[in-house]
């Protein structure tokens, strides 16, 4: 077999519904092992885009490659590993039976035993999959994306709806299976979940990869400092001390975003010597995330 350069490449890649345009120009490029979050709010094109590169939906016009063939044949589907934002599994079988059966559809899986040891199965393998909470049900369709030992993994959303310990034992899990060298890409909505696991954060908006870079490089994209504070200052009167820059109030604290920051807390103390709890901060990826999504592109 020819040495594969690249596990996913996509061309300007679009795909409508009739008139819906969910894709709209992509190109993307995954050569390396690690772990790449596709990062947007609803709509954004995110699914969309996982299922053109599952085969699962035909491409409307340029092109799209998974570990150097067409999506959905049986070459590139015998190299990568799944899971879908609406994943479900049969009762019938218990998990270690669905394990063994996924295992035999590829050329070279892993073992069963170090399957369950890698996903904590342990506890739950001789069960069924309607009797386990819902951590243990996407440990388990985790277990069926990697025992094929693929190359290429797509989680659609995976920690959607699970408590933050299960997502985080989810996220260890996926980064131990990136350290081994497979490449893996997720989509997600949180925010947190691309800046702690991700090796790269591909922002989507409108059907378009709006920013493309490390977390690190990301939050560099927007400059400024954030000033968090409880005031009884309308938001009109914090806007006038932002500089130009962005308000937000969420419960019982204001935040002002702004370039100006001396300027602004000196204005902020005066107009208000009784605030409370200030604390100044670097924007957050949700700041540069909300500025990200509003400019539409352009990276
Ligand atoms: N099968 C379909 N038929 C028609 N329109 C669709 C279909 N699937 C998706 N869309 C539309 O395409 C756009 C992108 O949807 P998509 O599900 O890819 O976004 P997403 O980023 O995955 O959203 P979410 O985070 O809510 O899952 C939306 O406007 C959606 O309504």
Known sequence: MSQVTSRLLAKDLKKSYGKVNAINGIDLHIDQAGVFAILGQNGAGKTSFIRCALGLESVTSGSL???GNK???LSAKQQTGVILQDSDLPDSLTIKEQIQLFASYYPNPLSVDDTIAMCELHSFADKGYKKL???QKRRAQFALAIVGDPQLIFLDEPTTGLDIDARRRLWSIIREFANKGKTIV???HYLEEADNLADRIMVMNAGKIVADSTPEDIHKLVKGSVVRCQTQLSIAQLQSLSGGGSVTVSGRFSEIHTEQVNN?????LSLDPDLQDLTVSQPKLEDIFGQLSQTGGGA
């Open 133 to 135: 909470s819902g951590g």
């Open 71 to 73: 999506p959905g044949s």
């Open 186 to 188: 997720l989509t997600t």
């Open 264 to 268: 602004t807390l000196a204005q902020l």
């Open 65 to 67: 490659e998974t570990m």
